[in-house]
């Protein structure tokens, strides 16, 4: 028989949200960045260009944010990456799961300080 898995008390995490335009990751930690639950558009069956659609962020926020509530999740925080469409959805989403309050929202999309060098111009 399995050994069932014991339910973490953490009452605090950050809610990372990455949005491409590919796909929409949803991931719960605690406050020391241990993952306490995830979920993705292409976990829960979303194919193709479905994947990244607003109503699949919404689903995986759904579905992320029921099993971190199985964990104690009570107060979040959000952290937003990425130019994707579901990005804005996927925040609301959160904000309006029942019994979650949201603290802070911060995006953290990274921005090139001019890093790499381009590519050489194209001669046609």
Known sequence: ????????NIAKGVVYVA??????????????????SWSSAGALGFK???KSTPFAATEAVADAMSKAMENGIKEVGIKVQGPGSGRDTAVKAIGATEGIRVTSLKDITPLPHNGCRPPKKRRV
């Open 48 to 50: 193709g260009s479905k």
């Open 19 to 36: 949005a491409t335009f590919n796909n929409t990751v949803i991931t719960v930690t605690d406050e020391m960045g241990n993952v306490i």
């Open 1 to 8: 028989m399995a050994k069932k898995k014991a339910k973490k």
